[in-house]
T-cell receptor, first 112, second 116 residues
């Protein structure tokens, strides 16, 4: 596609619900990153994929967070048993190797 | 571990002023540095990318410089306009070494308001 696409744009979940956030990167981009951004803060790294391989998941805050990119294109970030502290904007970015990073519009998650 | 600091955290200026936003980083072994703009409730829009071998990049009223040895980058905005109001973020991408990190590290951003 022309840019990085994320869906849904907004998600409201009740505490304890599972959510799935989708990222469709720019076609051909090998590298895919997920970041979490709290209000007034910079993006904080969650996980990194090179094609379908998850090379770094050191930023995932707990084992309730899981990410996959099974065919090396679309990626899904899943959060199980959501908690209020999970409320944030989740950003996806892709790049061709070490080149310019391109971001999607993000998913704003609110956990009530 | 790479740390990125942006100063000032917030800036409010009248229209027409020339601005300097600063980004500093602790590890000079970088591959590139990228400046972004973020409008409220939106994703990040790329402004300028500077490779580690470059000293500066320009796009319109924006000029970004890089001094890798001192761990600093500066974003210069000429003749600021109300439409420039946004948060400006810098991100540093590391050189990939065996066992090292691939991960771009972000600063917390500078929140800019340009008033008419």
């Amino acid at each position: 596609g022309a840019g990085v696409s994320q869906s849904p744009r907004y998600k409201v979940a009740k505490r304890g619900q599972d959510v799935a956030l989708r990222c469709d990167p720019i076609s051909g981009h090998v590298s895919l990153f997920w970041y979490q951004q709290a209000l007034g803060q910079g993006p904080e790294f969650l996980t990194y994929f090179q094609n379908e391989a998850q090379l770094d998941k050191s930023g995932l805050p707990s084992d309730r967070f899981f990410a996959e990119r099974p065919e090396g294109s679309v990626s899904t970030l899943k959060i199980q048993r959501t908690q209020q502290e999970d409320s944030a904007v989740y950003l996806c970015a892709s790049s061709l190797g070490q080149g310019e990073l391109f971001f999607g519009s993000g998913t704003q998650l609110s956990v009530l | 571990k790479q740390e990125v600091t942006q100063i000032p955290a917030a800036l409010s200026v009248p229209e027409g002023e020339n601005l300097v936003l600063n980004c500093s980083f602790t590890d000079s072994a970088i591959y590139n540095l990228q400046w972004f703009r973020q409008d409220p409730g939106k994703g990040l829009t790329s402004l300028l990318l500077i490779q580690s071998s470059q000293r500066e990049q320009t796009s319109g009223r924006l000029n970004a410089s890089l001094d890798k040895s001192s761990g600093r980058s500066t974003l210069y905005i000429a003749a600021s306009q109300p439409g420039d109001s946004a948060t400006y973020l810098c991100a540093v991408r590391p050189v990939i070494v065996s066992g090292g990190s691939y991960i771009p590290t972000f600063g917390r951003g500078t929140s800019l308001i340009v008033h008419p």
